[in-house]
T-cell receptor
Framework: DAGITQSPRHKVTETGTPVTLRCHQT?????MYWYRQDPGHGLRLIHY???????DKGEVSDGYSVSRSKTEDFLLTLESATSSQTSVYFC??????????FGQGTRLTVV | GQQVMQIPQYQHVQEGEDFTTYCNSS?????IQWYKQRPGGHPVFLIQ?????EVKKQKRLTFQFGEAKKNSSLHITATQTTDVGTYFC??????????FGKGTLLTVNP
C-alpha cells in the first residue's frame, strides 16, 4: 500500500466543536483529496489540493476548510461539527491523472 | 459541474454468473478509472482507461471506455465470492479532479 496515513482513525465529537482530520503521505504526490463516504452517496469530493497552499472546493465543501502547508500533509477542518457531518472520511493522493491512492479512512461521529 | 452516474446501485448474483456495472458522465472525460472497495476497506485502484473505445482485460474483468469518452463499463465473467465489494468508476477531468459514481455493491451467493 502507498504511504498514506489518516489520523485519527475514529473520533466521536460533540455538535458545535471544531474537528481537524489529518492526512499524511510519504509518496511526494502533488495532488491530495478529501472525500466523504455515506450510504447511497458514494464518494463525494470535499476539497482537493494541487500543490502546497493551492486548494479548491469540491462538490460538498460547505462547513469544511482545508490547509496544505507542506507537500506531505493535508488537513481537513470542520469549523463547527454538525450531525450531518457524521461520515467516513477518506484522503487520497495522486500524481496528476494517474491512479489515486486512498488512506484507511476516518470514521467521524458527531453527537 | 461534472456528474458521474453509475448503475445498478446493487447487484446480487449466484457464484459463476456474470456481472456488469455501467458508468455515464455528463461531460467528456479525459480518462476513467475503476476502483474496488471491499466491505470495511478503502477504495483500491483497478485500472485506468484513456483512449476512446479502449478495452482492457484483467483476468475475468473487462473494462470498456465509450467512443465518446462519456461512458464506461466493467464486466466480470463467472463471479467468485472474492469479487464481493463495491465497484466505483471515477471520471477524470482536465483539472485532475476525480468525480466518483455512487458505486455498485456486488454480493455473490456461493
Amino acid at each position: 500500500d502507498a504511504g498514506i496515513t489518516q489520523s485519527p482513525r475514529h473520533k466521536v465529537t460533540e455538535t458545535g466543536t471544531p474537528v481537524t482530520l489529518r492526512c499524511h503521505q510519504t509518496e511526494n504526490h502533488r495532488y491530495m483529496y478529501w472525500y466523504r463516504q455515506d450510504p447511497g452517496h458514494g464518494l463525494r469530493l470535499i476539497h482537493y489540493s494541487y500543490g502546497v497552499k493551492d486548494t479548491d472546493k469540491g462538490e460538498v465543501s460547505d462547513g469544511y476548510s482545508v490547509s496544505r502547508s507542506k507537500t506531505e500533509d493535508f488537513l481537513l477542518t470542520l469549523e463547527s461539527a454538525t450531525s450531518s457531518q457524521t461520515s467516513v472520511y477518506f484522503c487520497a493522493t495522486s500524481q496528476g491523472s494517474a491512479e489515486a491512492f486512498f488512506g484507511q479512512g476516518t470514521r467521524l461521529t458527531v453527537v | 459541474g461534472q456528474q458521474v452516474m453509475q448503475i445498478p446501485q446493487y447487484q446480487h448474483v449466484q457464484e459463476g454468473e456474470d456481472f456488469t456495472t455501467y458508468c455515464n458522465s455528463s461531460t467528456t472525460l479525459s480518462n476513467i478509472q475503476w476502483y474496488k472497495q471491499r466491505p470495511g476497506g478503502h477504495p483500491v485502484f483497478l485500472i485506468q482507461l484513456v483512449k476512446s473505445g479502449e478495452v482492457k482485460k484483467q483476468k475475468r474483468l473487462t473494462f470498456q471506455f465509450g467512443e465518446a469518452k462519456k461512458n464506461s463499463s466493467l464486466h466480470i465473467t463467472a463471479t467468485q465470492t472474492t469479487d464481493v465489494g463495491t465497484y466505483f468508476c471515477a471520471g477524470g477531468g482536465s483539472n485532475y479532479k476525480l468525480t466518483f459514481g455512487k458505486g455498485t455493491l456486488l454480493t455473490v451467493n456461493p
